[in-house]
């Protein structure tokens, strides 16, 4: 008889669960059959331990089997109608999502990633390269040897127990590893974070970010250099900016220049950024020393080059009007979520 009964019971069920038209109905066939106090299938199970031992024999797997089958059925329902977007236990996936507040790009990276579009439109190769590197590609290979005093130009962060090793200064210190790697003609632009062991105020930050940009290739020469740094300021403001070039320093280049431009927080009337000068320093640059391209193992007097060094946190806050350099890392929501 109980046996008659199984059999007919999930039929019944599995009747009920193939024209079942929701979630809702999948969960009363459920309690109808599986439910705990009066499931049908429950019910029989229960009564095992009434029944005669051969009986239960019979009856007892075949109520346990029924029950797996119906359980399987019903799971495998549900899931179905889950696919088709039906609600699932108060849940419908169908609603939609309630609103969250996401994050966005830091301004750092917005300027980078604009900067890199425009390279990249000019021809060059993005490559970011190391923060940790030698002593060697920071400075000696760049014709700064040990003890040389424009080691001093740049308060480095050295590696304790390590004292070959610097938290790069400098961009310019992808410039010999990159030329290595790879034979001219050379397009590259090397954007990324710099260390300086310096006091900080409006205008310096000890972890900030440069862009490094080299070519080098056969009769590069000055005039390449300046129409490249033009074009560069154009695209990036949108618009003709005030530049000014003057000799610079640096005993990678020969000559050497700053190019400043023109300080857009106080429209070049003086301000703290620009120290009231009314120009902020940029982009130092200038022809690539041939003691560079000797340390990158280039046959003498093959090729030439220009490199430069563009301020990109300082960039950043030309552009978007940022009058303190220490905004960027603190961590202040109120200053990152206008961007
Ligand atoms: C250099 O770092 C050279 N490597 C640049 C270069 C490259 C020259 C290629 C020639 C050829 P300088 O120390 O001036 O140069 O730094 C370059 C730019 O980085 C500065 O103009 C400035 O915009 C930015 N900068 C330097 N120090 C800081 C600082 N502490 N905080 C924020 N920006 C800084």
Not at 2 to 28: H, M, S, Y
Request: glycine fraction near 8%.
């Amino acid at each position: 008889m109980d046996k008659e009964k199984i059999r007919g019971l999930l039929k019944e069920a599995e009747a009920k669960i193939g024209i079942a038209k929701g979630l809702n109905e999948v969960e009363k066939i459920k309690k109808e059959y599986l439910g705990r106090k009066d499931g049908q299938i429950s019910l029989i199970l229960r009564g095992l331990k009434d029944m005669k031992p051969e009986q239960k024999k019979e009856v007892g797997p075949m109520a346990n089997s029924a029950k797996i089958e119906i359980e399987k059925m019903i799971k495998d329902k549900e899931e179905w109608f889950l696919l088709q977007g039906q609600e699932v236990a108060g849940f419908d996936i169908t609603l939609p999502g309630s609103k969250t507040t996401t994050g966005h790009m830091h301004p750092i990276e917005i300027v980078r990633q604009e900067l890199e579009v425009i390279f990249n439109s000019m021809g060059f190769d993005v490559i970011e390269g190391d923060n940790l590197v030698s002593d060697y590609y920071n400075f000696e290979s760049l014709n700064i040897p040990p003890d040389h005093p424009a080691r001093d130009m740049q308060d480095t962060f050295f590696i304790k127990g390590h004292k070959e090793l610097v938290m790069r200064t400098h961009t310019s210190a992808m410039q010999v590893k990159i030329m290595e790697e790879r034979e001219p003609p050379l397009r590259v632009v090397v954007p990324g974070r710099c260390f300086r062991n310096e006091a900080t105020d409006a205008s310096h930050e000890h972890t900030f970010h440069q862009l490094e940009g080299f070519i080098v290739d056969k009769n590069i020469s000055i005039s390449n250099l300046i129409y490249t740094q033009k074009m560069i300021l154009k695209e990036i403001f949108k618009k003709d900016v005030k530049v000014r070039l003057r000799p610079g320093y640096f005993p990678f280049v020969e000559p050497g220049f700053e190019l400043d431009c023109s300080c857009l927080i106080c429209d070049g009337k003086g301000c703290p950024v620009c120290k009231g000068s009314g120009w902020v320093e940029l982009i130092p640059c200038g022809m690539i020393h041939p003691k560079v391209l000797e340390s990158a193992g280039y046959p003498k007097g093959k090729y030439t080059g220009f490199a430069f060094g563009l301020g990109l946190t300082r960039l950043a806050m030309m552009k978007f009007g940022i009058d303190d350099i220490r905004l960027f890392m603190d961590g202040d929501l109120r200053f990152l979520k206008q961007f």
